[in-house]
């Protein structure tokens, strides 16, 4: 491993290193001592600013799956596995919309951050809006289809027993629509190095979302979990 870091980093280094293994010239502890003496401080210093940079985007990854599956362990410790099953075959529809959204934001979270380096207000702010505008549109035409045929398309896709279910699949539809909305705004964040904010943004939509979801599945199912969501 130790290798193809430095061979990735640094070739120079990895080859005079490479060129000490293949003489069989060091072991495994002299091989840790010379990776150290051949890395240079300021290659250091710089891991030292990306990882400085870069942790707070590993714990709001963390934080957005637990975010995720949060109402999922309600439901199942609540209702059951057999309601845990059923919302997880509707949930699975939205996957092609949030493939569509996530894409959208990875593809235009580079331009932002130029922008916003370059100090092109206007275009920043023209970028958040069409990206936040797609993510609306996006919600709103998944919410008039889950009106007018999410009953025909449960029963097409599933059975008769989902079709039944008309409405958690309509407010699925419903929070998914706005969890594109606010994705585009957190991922213009993102775009200009705002991180540390947001961890306290998702924690309190975790706290907010596990009292929710405590409080509204045991009355109402698995629209309380969606209410819950939105």
């Not at 980093?9 to 003489?23: E, I, P």
């Not at 996957?95 to 894409?103: E, G, N, P, Q």
């Not at 993510?135 to 709103?140: D, H, R, V």
């Amino acid at each position: 491993a130790t290798v193809i870091v430095l061979v990735g980093y640094d070739w120079g280094c990895a080859w005079r290193m490479l060129a000490a293994v293949s003489a069989d010239l060091i072991g495994p502890q002299s091989l840790l001592m010379t990776c150290l003496k051949l890395t240079r401080r300021s290659q250091l210093q710089e891991v030292y600013r990306l990882a400085s940079l870069a942790w707070p985007l590993g714990v709001m990854a963390a934080l957005a799956s637990v975010k995720v599956n949060i109402p999922r362990y309600f439901i199942a410790h609540q209702l059951g596995e057999h309601e845990l099953g059923i919302f997880g075959a509707m949930a699975y529809l939205v996957v092609a919309l949030d493939t569509i959204s996530r894409s959208a934001r990875q593809a235009t979270r580079p331009r932002m951050a130029l922008q916003f380096a370059a100090g092109d207000w206007r275009a920043f702010y023209r970028t958040v809006l069409h990206l936040s505008a797609v993510g609306a549109l996006l919600g709103i035409a998944a919410l008039v289809a889950s009106l007018a045929l999410g009953r025909q398309l449960l029963g097409i896709l599933y059975r008769p027993e989902y079709a039944e279910r008309l409405a958690p699949f309509v407010w699925l539809m419903a929070a998914t629509g706005i969890g594109h909305v606010s994705g585009g705004l957190l991922s213009a964040l993102t775009a200009v190095r705002v991180l540390k904010e947001q961890l306290t943004v998702l924690a309190l939509v975790l706290a907010s979302s596990a009292l929710l979801c405590m409080w509204l599945i045991p009355a109402h199912g698995l629209v309380g979990d969606r209410k819950s969501v939105v």
